[in-house]
């Protein structure tokens, strides 16, 4: 499928079709037109977060945002490891679904032949970085968002895991590894947080990485190593992965 061809329901079924994540951002106070449909484009396009080579949200050269509703504005990108469907609603809503790579690495080709992933089996793994690179863009985001005045006094974040279910944790990076397979019995794991914007703004990093231990939790790492964890988030802030 090229980026030509995309369509939301196409994009949609491949998402579901394997682990997903679910984010939403939105102010506590619901205002139908709290930004035209021309600022939901450019409040992503300047709010996104480059920390990576691949931005959050993802916004495509080739198959950029459009009106795709009466009151928002929809972006789609299949390419590659990267199954992703973003919006932003006219009242400061924005919504993300993108697969979780771990299930799609193994697919990726190049011109030095298959995946080095291919041997992973499908929707069995969880990748503890990516997790923790993850939950830090979606908080990086939201606080850009609370830079530009979209929220009040409190901002709404949900990030859904789907599709965990039997799933163990694991790391990709060479040399480091788990003593004991860690894993979650339950298909989705949902966290649902309100952040007062001073905290959002002064500790986003901090209850970024705070989610991902309790994402790490539940798949029964009860102890996971907090300032290990917090040393490889400043790297990734910093420039340093």
Known sequence: MTEEELTTESVLKKIKSRGYWEVIIRPTQFKKERISLPECTQIVQVCKVRLRGWDYPHISSRHPPYVGGSDYVESLTDWNGYKELWRMYQSG????????????????????????????????VLEVIMTLYSVTEIYEFASRLAEK???????????TLHGMQNRKLTFFEFGRSLFDDYVCHVNDLSQEKTIAVNELLGRGHEIALDHTLQILERFN????PREILKEDQQKFLEGRI
């Open 149 to 159: 005045n979209l929220f009040e006094g409190n901002a709404f974040l949900s990030i």
């Open 221 to 224: 790492w009860l102890s996971p």
């Open 93 to 124: 809503q924005f919504v993300h679904l993108f697969g979780c790579r771990e299930d799609w690495l193994g697919e990726q080709k190049s011109i030095f032949g298959p995946s080095r992933y291919s041997h992973i089996k499908l929707c069995s």
